[in-house]
């Protein structure tokens, strides 16, 4: 089943509107959790017992970033649709052609 039912144009329009709303989900989930921990393996004795260390790794930051890219990313595709509606409003209607 193919899907046809989008114009080729309207797939940037789509990818406009969701690229910055996953950033702001994702930098959302990121900043909300904070850090993460990782379980880092540290040392391997001879009878085959791994020891593994426990390290947490902040998430705060990317999700401060992600955040940040997703509201400008957001206010510029809305100011650029704005401005192609403003556009499309101020075209001339094109007159009928008498055969």
Do not use: K
């Not at 114009?7 to 969701?18: K, T």
């Amino acid at each position: 089943m193919r899907l046809t039912s989008l114009a080729p144009e309207s797939w940037p329009h789509l990818l406009s509107w969701l690229v910055p709303g996953l950033a702001l989900g994702c930098g959302s989930f990121l900043a909300l959790a904070n850090s993460v921990t990782v379980w880092v393996p540290s040392a391997h004795d001879a009878f085959g017992v791994d020891t593994f260390v426990a390290e947490s790794v902040v998430l705060w930051p990317a999700g401060l970033v992600l955040l940040g890219a997703g509201v400008i990313a957001l206010t510029a595709t809305s100011l650029v649709e704005s401005l192609r509606d403003d556009a499309r409003e101020s075209e001339p209607e094109p007159e009928d052609a008498v055969l």
